[in-house]
């Protein structure tokens, strides 16, 4: 069995859970408020919720995380006496309080101390709750050895010689007619029987009553009915299970013969049961409800209206390092199956039918198992999201801006180590969008808008990857003020001549504060830059989008795994390329009335009469100095999240397969246009390219000017 | 033969981990048939199926809450006559007091030490 400290780990799990339930218990608090609604329920969750991370931390020696959840339980105890009524103050402090309690127990994880006064604030304002209270009176009055309660002893015999004895036999009184039926579809009930006395003692006694005489008989009628009697430590359920296949066939009554119920140490009747039998019942049994629930599912208190539990989700606990070691081998595997594809191929053996078939299911598998595992890695964003939640009540406590916070899509599943990584950023975002993106009560009022500002935190899936926004309804950015902060800080010349999003985009430059004074919040000397660094680093995107008077928008795309990726293999002036399937729309050979001249290096194609720049990946990577003739080569269509589209040349197209993600940051930092590497079949190593950032660098096209020139083609 | 090896005991708790530090508890003391329940309606269902000397729940869990088993458990036929050990949190003497109506055998608060357990269960069963 587990040891203390498997126990404790358990115990810090179980925390998480709990905190999410309070959190949600909350929030469906906060809602019933603004409908004049209030469930009991709710309340008992929540109050469960604390009380039961109380007793945890109790028996781990966790004094401060005990001292504070009492503390907080109390107040919900008077909730749920229905002594103190939940308001948006009261809420208040209870989110607060829940905050807290998740620090405390990261601490208590942790094995740290929460320094500072928060805690001592909070209780001091939760007891300010339940002042007077009769429900909050500290329970030590009743402290004694015993509770004042008497012990009840229950005689249990210890003269139990016979290790497999059993604790009480029931004796079942059992009624079976059975009709013609069960004897036309060919069941036999002595083989009932037989079945039966495996249960148990079994005594038959068969009644002819209805038996007439011999002349009148039809053969086939059924004119027999049996009473059994069977001593049996079974349920009424595995008896019934006997008579299963008769259903409907039969009369049957099944009685239990309560007064004659055998005490402990009865006669051995125990002796002739099947082990087989009784393992098959036990299973069986635990599927269906027994007839002892029923009638005990209904006693006469107003908690049983409960809402019904939520399905039970029957999961397993798994250490994180034996996913993850799971997930390394995957990866292997999918190299080991591109290398052996590979030898094949090159032992001219690819063309042999069964041969390739087989290497086709190979490929199959290792991408479903590729999938399962990722699958497993997999977490929905809420716990996430519950933490963005926390930061916007801080943040617009501390600007003393009102904020509200809506998600969307809270149970889009990612990556466990790319939700891990996104706390950091996501916070810093929604700060930005409390601290900056929002305009205080007073100008809002001003602009007629409602005085609670709105941050919205939405995640969704889209086209292979993730999308996150966080978008505020403030007043947009001032793009003349970051204009004129990017010129001070020389970060570009004071005659750029840049478009809205341009300017947008500057946020993100290294060295760029919009705060003038560096406020509590968001300033706290890191930069949007940061931010973005952190999104690329999990081979992600971040954009910005904002209207004036109406808000900003931050999104961020993520790669749904960081381990494996499709990519197309691609030959780029002799240099092996993987470009990521998800990116590429289309692939097209031009035709030469569709290429069109721009300036002096650059070429536009036509795609459905939309001009779309040409890149020739050869010429960013610095394979080649000027791009290869358009017509010799193939274009692949890629589409920004912001839908530009770019037209990427390569020489030509070699495969198109699951390759896997070998990270380059740790030993090159972010290297522009390249996400990451990967091992090919032969065991070489080849670049796998970001499309958009390539696009974006790639030279005079990028070049502002140029940009602003080619809108006018 | 010892009463630790023959009794049995069903530990109703929702947290795995209070369930767990209970078992654990049982366990060092030498129980030797020990079996558990998520939730009340699975004890009952349980005990259906296998009979237990002792049932040792915990009061605060969902749907079902411990006096509740316990109600359950006593209008039972079957089950009327199985002990009950009350785990909780708190002391309260209207749980206390319903315990008592309802046929509660012992009562244990949280956190508790083997020793004090052990002593729980005894002065409902006798010397273990």
Not at chain 1, 677 to 686: E, V, Y
Not at chain 2, 17 to 22: A, E, M, N
Request: charged share 25%; with cysteine.
């Amino acid at each position: 069995m587990s040891t203390a400290n498997e126990i404790r780990q358990t115990f810090f799990q179980e925390c998480d859970e709990l905190l999410e339930a309070l959190d949600d218990g909350l929030c469906e608090i906060d809602e019933g408020i603004a409908d004049e609604s209030f469930d009991l329920e709710t309340v008992n969750a929540v109050f469960r919720a604390v009380h039961s991370i109380k007793g945890g931390a109790a028996a781990f020696g966790l004094d401060a995380l005990v001292h504070f959840a009492h503390q907080f339980e109390t107040v919900l105890d008077v909730m749920r006496a229905g002594e103190l009524t939940p308001n948006d103050d009261v809420m208040k402090v209870c989110h607060r309080a829940a905050d807290h309690l998740s620090d405390l127990v990261a601490a208590g994880r942790d094995n740290e101390i929460v320094e500072g006064d928060l805690g001592t604030e909070i209780a001091a304002k939760l007891s300010g709750l339940v002042v007077g209270s009769e429900s909050a009176k500290p329970d030590n009055d009743t402290e004694s050895e015993t509770f004042g309660f008497v012990p009840l002893g229950l005689p249990i015999p210890t003269n139990t010689d016979d290790e497999d004895q059993e604790l009480a036999l029931n004796r079942f009184c059992v009624r079976f007619t059975p009709s013609a039926g069960l004897y036309t579809s060919g069941n036999d009930t002595s083989l009932l029987f037989r079945e039966l006395a495996e249960l148990g003692e079994l005594e038959v006694t068969a009644e002819t009553d209805r038996l007439p005489d011999l002349k009148n008989v039809d053969p086939g009628e059924s004119y027999l009915s049996w009473v059994v009697i069977l001593l049996t430590e079974e349920s009424e359920q595995s008896l019934r299970e006997v008579f299963e296949f008769v259903d409907g066939l039969c009369e049957l009554q099944i009685n239990l013969d309560l007064d004659a119920t055998m005490p402990e140490g009865s006669p051995d009747a125990t002796k002739d049961v099947d082990d087989e039998a009784q393992a098959s019942s036990g299973v069986a049994a635990e599927e269906s409800d027994s007839p002892t629930m029923v009638a005990a599912s209904s006693p006469d208190s107003g908690t049983e209206r409960a809402k019904p539990a939520t399905g039970p989700k029957a999961t397993v606990r798994v250490n994180l390092d034996l996913v993850d070691r799971l997930i390394n081998m995957v990866g292997e595997l999918v190299i080991n199956q591109a290398v052996l594809t590979q030898c094949i191929k090159d032992a001219g053996l690819l063309d042999r039918g069964e041969l390739s078939t087989s290497l086709a299911e190979f490929r199959n598998l290792a991408r479903d198992i590729q999938e399962s595992v990722m699958a497993i890695r997999a977490q929905s964003v809420k716990p996430l999201f519950q933490r963005m939640a926390r930061i916007v009540r801080e943040a617009s406590e501390l600007s003393g801006k009102d904020a509200d916070f809506l998600t969307e899509g809270e149970t889009t599943e990612v990556d466990k180590t790319i939700i891990e990584r996104l706390v950091d950023p996501l916070t810093h975002m929604i700060r930005n969008a409390v601290d900056h993106g929002l305009e205080p009560p007073e100008q809002r009022r001003a602009a007629g808008k409602a005085e609670t500002g709105h941050v919205k935190l939405t995640a969704a899936h889209r086209s292979g990857r993730v999308l996150i926004e966080v978008s505020d309804d403030g007043a947009g950015i001032n793009r003349e003020k970051v204009f004129q902060i990017a010129v001070e800080k020389g970060l570009i010349p004071g005659d750029s001549i840049l478009k809205d999003a341009e300017i947008d985009n500057l946020l993100f430059l290294p060295g760029f504060s919009t705060a003038k004074e560096v406020s509590n919040l968001s300033g706290r000397g890191v930069g949007m830059d940061v931010v973005r660094s952190a999104i690329q680093k999990l081979g992600g995107r971040v954009s910005i989008f904002s209207q004036p008077g109406k808000g900003t928008t931050m999104s961020i795309s993520l790669p749904l795994t960081l381990a494996v990726l499709d990519g197309m293999v691609v030959d780029v002036a002799g240099q092996t390329m993987v470009v990521p399937i998800t990116a590429i729309v289309e692939t097209l050979r031009p035709k030469a009335e569709d290429i069109h001249p721009l300036g002096a290096d650059n070429q536009v194609v036509s795609v459905r009469n939309k001009l779309v720049p040409v890149i020739d990946l050869g010429v960013v990577f610095g394979h080649r100095r000027t791009p290869a003739p358009i017509s010799d080569m193939v274009l692949l269509l890629v589409e920004s999240d912001g839908s530009e589209s770019w037209a990427l040349a390569v020489d030509q197209i070699f495969d198109q397969r699951q390759v896997v993600i070998k990270g380059l940051e740790t030993n090159y930092g972010h290297v522009p246009g390249v996400a990451a590497a990967t091992i090919l079949g032969d065991g070489n190593i080849a670049l796998i390219i970001d499309p958009e950032e390539t696009a974006h660098r790639s030279g005079p096209v990028a070049d502002v000017g140029d940009r602003a020139r080619l809108e006018e083609v | 033969m010892a009463l630790r090896d023959s009794l049995s005991i069903l530990v109703v708790d929702d947290m795995s981990t209070s369930r767990s530090l209970i078992i654990m508890a049982l366990e060092e003391m030498g129980i030797k048939k020990i079996d558990f329940s998520k939730d009340g309606p699975s004890a009952l269902q349980s005990l259906g199926q296998r009979p237990a000397h002792l049932v040792i729940s915990d009061y605060n869990m969902p749907g079902m809450d411990g006096l509740h088993l316990l109600h359950a458990l006593r209008q039972g036929k079957t089950t009327q006559k199985i002990g009950f050990i009350l785990v909780s949190g708190r002391v309260d003497q209207k749980i206390l007091s319903t315990g008592r109506q309802l046929g509660m055998n012992n009562f244990i608060q949280k956190p508790f030490t083997t020793p004090q357990l052990k002593n729980c269960i005894q002065q409902v069963v006798g010397p273990l």
